[in-house]
């Protein structure tokens, strides 16, 4: 969904709802919705967090509203979009990345945050524990220290020939260091040679991809991250571009033609956010609502892709996928 179609959505919405509930918004509790991607990119997720605060007795127009804001993959505005959310005296922030909750709560030290990420929160300094977080933020995290070795280790099954093994992550998640630590040395233990490439923007994806290609990389395993999530159909073609079988983190990849995925659904994770966002709503304090953790974790693997790319799925982890792609 483009950008524009995204906004004019939500502003079909908006005209559609009846006068009286027009004439009542100002009255409504208003939630600040602030993501470091831009808006094409995250219609899906949106549409989850909604299903989320419907769960818990919101829906958006009628007895709630949503401020949007999208910082279009510049974290040098995510302050402001902070502040003129705070400002606008939302009842609670909800947002992503580490860089985003660091914004908000640079921004207020009372207004609700939740966040929804995939790295450790208490690692990254978000909360002081996970059962009991403290201050004014709390929310969903949908990974875990070790998901990473595990997603080379899967990779490695459906690729085994790979003698080098390419991991390509975003320097702007440095929450990420410790998880590369643990591939390193799972790639070890099993005798692959682990090659790290970075990309922070689009215009560094080729040059990326070129080097992993010219290093010998026989696999790759792409990290996870918000950009790339938001530029998947990119890296999903340079990846057939370049020959590379790579898995991915989330099932958004190979809906779009990527080879393989492992991790906790992100999706569900936005849908969990919005019932904490409702019980917040509620009169639930953020110091009380321990963080989300996942609970279930998802193989998806993509058949057409691995029959582009000549590749046969091991019976035993073609038994273990969660969905099977045509």
């Not at 979009?81 to 914004?103: M, Y």
């Not at 929160?121 to 059962?131: D, E, F, H, I, Q």
């Amino acid at each position: 969904m483009k950008r524009r179609q995204f906004i004019t959505l939500l502003g079909g919405a908006a005209a559609g709802w009846p006068r009286a509930a027009r004439a009542q918004q100002s009255a409504m509790p208003v939630i600040g919705f602030l993501r470091s991607t831009t808006a094409s990119g995250s219609a899906h997720l949106v549409a989850a967090f909604r299903q989320g605060l419907t769960e818990s007795g919101f829906v958006e127009g009628q007895n709630v509203a949503i401020e949007y804001r999208f910082a279009d993959d510049r974290p040098e505005r995510l302050a402001g979009l902070a502040a003129d959310l705070v400002g606008r005296q939302v009842a609670l922030i909800v947002g992503n990345t580490v860089s985003v909750v660091q914004a908000a709560k640079a921004a207020t030290t009372t207004t609700p945050i939740v966040f929804v990420t995939g790295s450790d929160p208490v690692r990254t300094g978000l909360v002081a524990s996970l059962n009991r977080p403290g201050s004014n933020i709390t929310g969903v995290t949908f990974t875990t220290i070790d998901l990473a070795a595990k997603q080379l280790g899967l990779l490695h099954e459906l690729v085994p020939n790979a003698s080098v093994i390419a991991i390509l992550r975003d320097p702007n998640q440095p929450e990420e260091e410790a998880e590369l630590r643990s591939v390193e040395e799972a790639g070890h233990a099993i005798g692959r040679r682990i090659l790290i490439a970075k990309a922070t923007n689009e215009r560094e994806f080729g040059a990326a991809f070129s080097s992993m290609s010219h290093a010998g990389a026989g696999a790759l395993l792409v990290r996870g991250g918000p950009f790339f999530l938001s530029q998947r159909r990119q890296l999903v073609a340079l990846a057939a571009r370049y020959a590379l079988p790579a898995s991915y983190v989330t099932r958004d990849y190979p809906e779009v033609g990527g080879l393989m995925s492992y991790g906790a659904s992100q999706t569900d994770a936005y849908r969990r956010a919005g019932i904490y966002a409702g019980r917040i709503l509620k009169g639930a304090k953020p110091d009380e609502l321990p963080v989300d953790l996942p609970t279930k974790f998802e193989l998806t693997i993509n058949l057409a892709t691995a029959k582009a790319f000549g590749l046969e799925i091991p019976p035993m982890l073609l038994a273990r996928a969660d969905e099977v792609i045509e």
